[in-house]
């Protein structure tokens, strides 16, 4: 089976294709436009709708769509689907200026998979943890910033075991094992 991953990143392809190892995932770079929304549910729903409008896909394709962000309980989940424009306009390492090292925090996924037989759906993935000072050069984005919960290294330091146990890999499980029981 063919999964369409719309999306400009195809480090997020590769990850996709290890974790559905049965089916065949092909990127597809196409512009959408994200919604302005708290839910990255939402927006990765939307992003599927868009594509699917836009392209001229066979009326029997699989197509997948994501979003994700890092989301601060004290902050009422900010900078969640804004994490990508704050850190590019302000900073990553600003998330200080507004919470103390130790605030509760989490990293979620959602991915939207668009079906021809039945409606578009989500599924998410959450890891939890806390803000801490940037420690750490591996991984990218907010990787430095982010101590998972039980582990007493950030991502941006043990970044094999953030592949291993990341937002993104518990939300691809969750496609796997829907796929694996329908089709
Ligand atoms: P995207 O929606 O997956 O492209 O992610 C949006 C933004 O959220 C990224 O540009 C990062 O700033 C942040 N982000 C999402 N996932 C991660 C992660 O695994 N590590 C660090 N930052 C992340």
Redo the contacts with the bound molecule.
Sequence with gaps: MKIYFA?G?SG?VEHAQNILSECEVEQLDVETVEPQSGS?EE?ALSKVKQVVEKSDLEDSTFLIA?????FVDSLNGF?G?L??P???MVG?ERLLDLVDPGADAK?R?AIALHVPDGEDRVFTGKVEGEIVEPRGEG?????PL?LPEGNDKT?GEDPEF?DEN???EEALIQLKEFIERKY
């Design positions: 999306t990143n997020k990255i927006i994501d979003d994700s962000g890092l900078p689907p994490s990508s704050f850190d590019s990553k990293f996924a991984g990218f984005g907010y990787d982010f991502w953030k990341s937002h993104r």
